[in-house]
């Protein structure tokens, strides 16, 4: 199982986009979805997560600004990102972790999407 993600760019502080991540193969359940990010140097860090059929947790910079979402029928996971800001620069990962057919339990890292935003 693959996640390839899309939807990086460079934007203008105060500018939006929109992540998508899309799983080559449906999960039977998923445990839960989250969105990372990770500039050189640092560790990757988790900004947006949802857990089984929880509400969504969000850290605090991003409160507000950014949303998760996941669409099953399309296994795609998004993350709208809004007012975004130079700090929210950074490589954003996206992660699914649950039950694939024929595999059982399963957690699958993306490649990663840039997110470049200029002052």
């Known amino acids: 199982v693959q996640l390839v993600e899309s939807g990086g760019g460079l934007v203008q502080a105060g500018g939006s986009l929109r992540l998508s991540c899309v799983a080559s193969?449906?999960?039977?359940?998923?445990?839960?979805m989250g969105w990372y990010r990770q500039t050189p140097g640092k560790q990757r860090d988790l900004v947006a997560s949802?857990?089984?059929?929880?509400?969504?947790n969000y850290i605090d910079s991003v409160k507000g600004r950014f949303t998760i979402s996941g669409d099953n029928a399309r296994k795609t996971v998004y993350l709208q990102m809004n007012s975004l800001k130079p700090e929210d620069t950074a490589r954003y990962y996206c992660?699914?972790?649950?039950?694939?057919?024929?595999?059982?339990?399963?957690?699958?890292w993306g490649q990663g999407t840039l997110v470049t935003v200029s002052a």
């Open positions: 992660n699914l972790n649950g039950t694939v057919a024929d595999i059982g339990y399963l957690e699958v």
């Open positions: 193969r449906s999960f039977l359940s998923i445990h839960g």
């Open positions: 949802i857990s089984g059929g929880g509400s969504p």
